[in-house]
């Protein structure tokens, strides 16, 4: 539905609007009972997921159920908690917005620590470490080794990414966003946009399983961390979700989930 405002305003909006939501939340949650007792309690963790995000979150073309790295630890966690997953697929634009209003109790979806998110939610140690990568036509002729390259050129970016954040922090270059990577990738493959910003890690699957004309480019930026996130307000819940991932990680069960859809660790710092 068209507002009346520019693309990047409706952005700019529905961001504002979603940490509003959770900074409001803060002080709701402060009179609620933990999030802890409350799951324990209903047997079940509310967790909100994309599902349209491989190899991290997606639906099995065979199975139709979901799967991927984060339902893989998401299903740890919930197992250490003791009560089991209950998955909500939402688009990336919208999941904060959800987290603020309650729709769900937490996020397992490649959220970046970042602090502006840290001002409305709360999170759990990171669970993936990686960096931002360039995803190029295999036929490109041109080289592109930083985004300052891209100057004059369009870039694909997931809508209300840290990666659009990066791009359009580089004067010049025309952003267009996506609600998934699949619609941002074959734009890309039609020669629609000139490259692509996405995750190292998504990188490496997706030339292991996509048919599309495409390849890996430059490594562009820092470090990325991700973490659960849930909203503030909620300490027990917060200290039992580090100790779940903490155990994971000590029994070597964590690393093994990212062997799995990776081929590598991505669990710790580089």
């Known amino acids: 539905m068209h507002t009346g405002f520019p693309?990047?305003?409706?952005?700019?909006?529905?961001?504002?609007?979603?940490?509003?939501?959770?900074?409001?939340?803060?002080?709701?949650?402060?009179?609620?009972?933990?999030?802890?007792?409350?799951?324990?309690?209903?047997?079940?963790?509310?967790?909100?997921?994309?599902?349209?995000?491989?190899?991290?979150?997606?639906?099995?073309?065979?199975?139709?159920?979901?799967?991927?790295?984060?339902?893989?630890?998401?299903?740890?966690?919930?197992?250490?908690?003791?009560?089991?997953?209950?998955?909500?697929?939402?688009?990336?634009?919208?999941?904060?917005?959800?987290?603020?209003?309650?729709?769900?109790?937490?996020?397992?979806s490649q959220v970046g620590i970042t602090p502006r998110r840290l001002q409305a939610f709360d999170f759990s140690q990171p669970y993936t470490y990686s960096t931002p990568q360039l995803i190029v036509r295999r036929n490109e002729g041109a080289t592109y080794k930083s985004l300052a390259d891209l100057k004059g050129r369009t870039v694909g970016v997931g809508q209300g990414s840290v990666f659009e954040q990066q791009v359009r922090a580089v004067p010049g270059i025309e952003v267009k966003s996506y609600p998934a990577a699949p619609e941002n990738l074959q734009d890309l493959a039609f020669g629609r946009i000139d490259a692509a910003l996405n995750d190292s890690l998504m990188v490496a699957y997706l030339l292991k399983n996509s048919q599309l004309p495409i390849r890996a480019g430059a490594r562009v930026g820092q470090v990325e961390r991700m973490g659960i996130a849930f909203r503030k307000g909620n300490p027990k819940f917060h200290a039992a979700i580090d100790k779940a991932l903490d155990e994971a990680r000590a029994d070597g069960s964590l690393k093994q989930v990212s062997v799995k859809w990776f081929g590598t660790d991505a669990t710790h710092a580089p």
């Open 7 to 108: 693309n990047t305003t409706r952005r700019a909006l529905l961001s504002a609007a979603a940490l509003t939501l959770g900074l409001a939340a803060v002080s709701a949650s402060a009179r609620a009972a933990d999030l802890l007792d409350t799951v324990k309690a209903r047997g079940q963790l509310r967790i909100a997921l994309e599902g349209t995000y491989p190899p991290f979150n997606f639906k099995d073309g065979k199975t139709g159920q979901l799967a991927g790295y984060d339902v893989d630890v998401a299903k740890l966690v919930c197992a250490r908690l003791g009560v089991k997953p209950e998955f909500v697929t939402t688009e990336w634009a919208a999941i904060l917005a959800g987290l603020g209003a309650r729709k769900y109790d937490v996020i397992v």
